[in-house]
Each structure stands twice: as structure tokens, then as C-alpha cells.
């Protein structure tokens, strides 16, 4: 099995009736997320590249936690790794573009990421609140105004919708 089944088989399990267990297990993640995050946030432009066991070794974490941030930051990336396939030797890489590993964070809602102070030193606060919104109003589903028959026709003939772009 590969790793990343074998995470999503452990985060997500819904047959494990111990959920005390189970969010233990998720704050114990998001503390050792946001610390790895911090490093790689203080160089951002080093491509930090090796086995998947090399670096949990490197940042001191287990597999499992290192396969859950690589599925993670695997969009962020700019060439995503294989992690559909990923055994503990495969090679993978965490070199991530900026703006969109930011995005990203506010899409998923992670404020204790996108938050972090090692990201002044990336954007200033002007650039932040720019890519906030921008990734904000990318989710936002926008409606378009229905035009009735006897509505103005908006291309600003004069006449009512249904006596002229709206006639069938």
C-alpha cells in the first residue's frame, strides 16, 4: 500500500470510534506543520530535496507526518511530486512558489500558517492582504443578473430585451 493511502487510511479513518484519540493525533500534526513551514519559510527560494524518510529524518518527524505535509504543500510546489506512488525512498522535493503556497494556505483556512511571522519577511502586509483577496474572490461563486423580457436591453439599444437581443 502506498504511504498516502496508508495516511488517509489513519487521518480519516471513520470506523475508529476513538475520536479523543484521533484529534490528538491532528494537533499534534498542525504544531509540527506550522514548525516546518516556519524553516522553509526563512529560505524560500532553497529546493529542499530527498527521500521521504530523509526528510522526516531531517525535521525530526515520523513517515506518516511527513507524507501528510507533502500531500499538503504538493499544489504549492512548483514541480509536484509523485505522492499518489510515494514509498519512503522516493524522491521529493519541497521547493514551493510563494504566492501560491499562501493562497493555498487561505484557501484551506489554515490562519496558523498564513499568520506565521516568517512570512513578513517574504510579503509585506500590503502583498498578503493582496493574495488574500484575490484567493478569497476566487472561491466566491458570483450570479449573474437574470435580464426579463421587458427589462432595458443591455446593450443600450433603448428598447425592452424581448424586441431585441432577446428575440428568439
Known sequence: MALLEQWHKMAYDTTNNDRNKMQKMWDEYFVEEARIYKELLKNPSEKVEGTVKELADKYGLN???????????NESLITPNPIEEMEEDTVVNLLFDPELLYKNMVEAKAEWLYTLPEWNDIFDEEKRKELYKIQKASSTVHKETKIYPNDPCPCGSGKKYKKCCGKA
Not at 64 to 71: G, I
Open 63 to 73: 513517515v506518516m507526518f511527513m507524507v501528510a505535509f507533502l500531500d499538503g504543500i
